[in-house]
């Protein structure tokens, strides 16, 4: 019965969220909002590439869309102390954590970095010290954004079907490329060696100059999907283990 009730519980929030002759003001300012980020993220990573001051004013931002996005789902944030904490609800909650830190810890060692836009602060040291939290926030905060990301794809897919007839042929079309994607995703993992800055292996970022932005961008988007598809089937994974939702099958997962 409380598997029942929480399926039931996703299903009138995903159908509260879209009106039956379109998508409300609310959600529409929410995805214009959260496709920002996006973009301010994938370009933030290009910090080389797109220059020192630019980098500046697209954290500031950042940071503006970040606090939006909160405002928007305040009701969210109201709600973090009431109600049953389930697994998914408890990874969901600590990765929203986690993200703040990052958040923070991005901004607070960027302003003590700045060039540009905070120049009239007074001199400082520690800039050793702020040099490797800045990566490490960054690198870190791109991960769990991405994440936290996954973990509410289901809801664009929902929001999707309700303005798409049912097709197992462009279902399966989608799931392939975004599966591709993901395999390009990994190598550009590699090749970028994001690994060596989440594990801190190295206080600079390196940049090849003769590379293009949209070659970079288009290599971080798919080391992006890696983690939202991580993301989105680790969800999957613990609702089909926690309430016991349909999902019984490796082809329902996938």
């Known amino acids: 019965a409380g598997s029942r009730i929480t399926l039931h519980g996703w ?9 039956d002759n379109g998508m409300k003001p609310t959600m529409k ?33 950042m940071f503006a869309l970040f606090l939006a996005h909160h405002v928007l ?16 609800r408890i990874i969901q909650t600590a990765l929203v954590g986690v993200i703040l830190l990052c958040m923070l810890g991005s901004m607070v060692s960027g ?9 009239f602060l007074p001199k400082h040291g520690g800039y050793e010290a702020a040099q490797k ?25 929902a929001m999707a079907r309700k303005h798409l007839q049912p097709s197992p042929l462009r279902t399966w079309s989608l799931r392939l490329i975004g599966w591709l994607w ?7 993992f590699r090749r970028r060696g994001v690994s060596l800055y989440l594990l801190l292996r190295s206080h600079f970022v390196f ?14 988007l798919s ?12 969800s999957q994974v613990i609702r089909s283990l926690f309430t016991k939702c349909p999902c019984n099958s490796f082809v329902d997962l996938i």
Request: hydrophobic share 55%; charged share 10%.
């Open 11 to 19: 299903k009138q929030f995903f159908q509260t969220q879209i009106k």
């Open 29 to 61: 300012c929410k995805l214009a909002v959260d496709a920002a980020m996006t973009v301010a993220l994938l370009l933030l990573m290009a910090y080389g590439l797109v220059g020192e001051a630019a980098h500046e004013w697209l954290g500031m931002g």
């Open 73 to 88: 789902n305040r009701k969210w944030l109201l709600a973090i102390g009431k109600g049953k904490y389930t697994p998914l």
């Open 111 to 119: 302003i003590l970095l700045s060039r540009y836009v905070f120049t």
């Open 133 to 157: 939290t800045h990566i490490l926030c960054a690198y870190w905060g791109f991960v769990c954004m991405s994440l936290h990301l996954g973990f509410h794809w289901s809801m664009m897919l």
């Open 182 to 188: 993901a395999v390009y995703g990994a190598f550009a």
């Open 207 to 220: 940049y090849d100059y003769s590379d293009s932005v949209i070659r970079f961008l288009i290599d971080y």
């Open 223 to 234: 080391v992006m999907v890696v983690f939202v598809l991580i993301g989105y089937y680790l």
